[in-house]
């Protein structure tokens, strides 16, 4: 029988790594979760059983803890690691920036340790559109000047030029870091999808939250932008596409790559009242909102060139903002409070 690879999920109970696992799964992979569960639910794991047919193999513990993730490196002879685990918040980063420093870039440098120690070369990271700043045109292209208007891009930021440290230091080193656009949507099935602790900061899930009845209305950050509809556009990619995007990194990584960085969305930008109104064609229900000032730190408009990730990684995404809208309603329609179990 031939083996398959152990790939190594941090964070993966949490949003876009549960995800990722049924897509690892699928794809003939074996991973394997490290999660504290700061930002998740272990009812996930259950879900993950549920739509695998697998026993879900998870440590508790935090990628701070070194020895611990060496340890598993070498015990379960770990072949690459996706690096999930962090804090997203943006406006929790402003208030708490030694909160997002110590968890983002420590994690970072105590992962990289651990890799370095048990050998462990091969590596995936989580970044974010977030490093282009307020990009000064659109499409954005993987060579777009990289700057940070939050703690939050500081960590993401930081922790690409460690990786690139590492691999210029090392000539073993593979890495492949994603730059996620906005993911939204959720598994088809409707077992899992985002779970957000508290009023959401992001649009779909805030949207998704009052088509369920849970907040009266949406506030609309300003509508006096200069995008077609006055109000901010952004490039939304299915999680599901996501998914797919790391299985494709990991693929062309083992099988010799020697490292990229990509852009992962769409290419289509779509404005805030572009989702409100696809939001209700997928629910049917309806989407009141008010507008109200723009957000401090908003850019106008982000998307994608994704041309790159398609010729390095043959991957493109699939999915159309409704059924990234289905979808999300499945989850938040069948999960009125998330993975918080109702008494
Ligand atoms: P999430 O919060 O749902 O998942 C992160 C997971 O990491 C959670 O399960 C949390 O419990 C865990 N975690 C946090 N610190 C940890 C630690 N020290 N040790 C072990 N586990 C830890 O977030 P997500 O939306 O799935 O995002 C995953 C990654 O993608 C993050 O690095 C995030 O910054 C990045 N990203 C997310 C978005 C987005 O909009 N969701 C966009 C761009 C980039
Ligand atoms: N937005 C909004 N109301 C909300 C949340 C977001 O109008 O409650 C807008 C926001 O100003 C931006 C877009 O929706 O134009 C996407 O915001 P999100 O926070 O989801 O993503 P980001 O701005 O981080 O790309």
Not at 28 to 56: C, H, K, M, W
Not at 82 to 106: C, R, T, W
Not at 210 to 215: P, S
Not at 275 to 287: I, R
């Amino acid at each position: 029988m031939i083996r398959k690879p152990i790939i190594l999920l941090t964070g993966g109970a949490g949003y876009i790594g549960s995800h990722t696992y049924v897509a690892l799964t699928e794809a003939q992979f074996q991973p394997l979760i490290l999660d504290d569960f700061s930002n998740s639910n272990p009812v996930v794991l259950d879900r993950l059983e549920r739509i695998t047919g697998q026993a879900v193999p998870c440590h508790r513990g935090s990628v701070l803890n070194t020895e611990l993730v060496a340890e598993l490196l070498k015990v379960h002879a770990i072949e690459a690691v996706v690096h999930f685990a962090g804090f997203k918040a943006v406006g929790e980063s402003v208030a708490q920036p030694l909160k997002y420093f110590d968890n983002n870039l420590g994690g970072m440098i105590s992962l990289l340790k651990a890799m370095e120690n048990a050998a462990c070369h091969t590596l995936v990271f989580s970044s974010s559109a977030t490093v282009y700043g307020d990009p000064a045109t659109v499409p954005i292209t993987e060579d777009f000047p990289r700057s940070h208007t939050n703690p939050y891009g500081h960590t993401k930021l930081v922790c690409e030029d460690m990786i690139a440290a590492v691999c210029q230091a090392n000539a073993a080193w593979r890495a492949g870091v994603l730059r996620y656009f906005n993911p939204v949507g959720a598994h088809p099935s409707g077992l899992i999808g985002e779970d957000p602790n508290g009023p959401p900061n992001n649009l779909m899930p805030y949207v998704s939250q009052v088509a369920v009845g849970k907040r009266p209305f949406l506030h609309v950050f300003g509508n006096d932008y200069p995008t077609p509809d006055g109000t901010g556009v952004r490039d939304y990619i299915h999680v599901q596409d996501l998914a797919q995007a790391h299985v494709a990194a990991l693929q062309a990584l083992l099988l010799g790559d020697n490292g990229f960085t990509v852009n992962i969305g769409t290419g289509q930008g779509y404005s805030v009242l572009d989702v409100v109104s696809a939001f209700e064609q997928a629910s049917g229900k309806p989407v009141p909102y008010q507008l109200a000032p723009r957000r401090p730190g908003d850019v106008a408009r982000c998307y994608a060139d994704p041309a790159l990730a398609r010729h390095l990684l043959s991957w493109s995404a699939n999915h159309t903002l409704l059924s990234m809208c289905e979808d999300t309603w499945r989850w938040q329609s069948n999960n009125p409070e998330g993975y918080r179990l109702l008494e």
